[in-house]
């Protein structure tokens, strides 16, 4: 009976408030970075995103809201060597579900925090050179070429089958 009385009713509407911005405040603090995986084909380059390197691929760009350019664009360079050099760029892309959400759980408040745009996983394909790498002009015998395949697998930057792909084409001289 107290829930229909006026007092009753302050309460439950204080409760709801409460819960609203506490809600809020958590998506604020979950939603104050965004994610992306940056893969090449083969792995194993080294990854740099708006002058700042990211690591070696496959990895995981996070980008705090505080460090999110403001033409929302997003150049990288991708760099192995034995493989040209691969430029280009990405932007931000507004997702719905960042807008549902956040109008649904937080009342929209958390867009103030956590924006629209959501990072897009980015893929790139290396072109390769030849056996002669870029720096040294030298050329890898297929030894050592396939001993570093053998160490993409082992560091866990390739799969089983990546591996066998890339081994057979060393051995057939099609790589």
Known sequence: MRAF?????????????????????????AGCSE?????????????????RLIG???????????DWPEDNRFVYVIERDGFATKRGEFRGVVTPGHIIGAVTLTAGLSLIWQGVYALPRVEVDLEHLG???????ST???????????????QGLITEQE?????????????
């Open 140 to 154: 890898a015998t297929t030894k050592e070429r396939l001993q570093r395949i053998d160490d993409l697998f082992d």
């Open 131 to 137: 056996t002669a790498t870029a720096a040294t002009g």
């Open 35 to 51: 994610q992306t995986r940056i893969i090449t084909n083969p792995p194993g380059a080294k990854v740099t995103v708006n002058g």
């Open 5 to 29: 009385t006026r007092r009753g009713t302050g309460a439950v509407i204080v409760r709801c408030f409460t819960a609203v911005l506490l809600v809020s405040l958590l998506g604020a603090i």
């Open 163 to 175: 591996r066998k792909r890339l081994r057979s084409g060393i051995l057939s001289g099609d790589q």
């Open 56 to 66: 070696v691929s496959p990895c995981i760009l996070t980008v705090r809201r505080d």
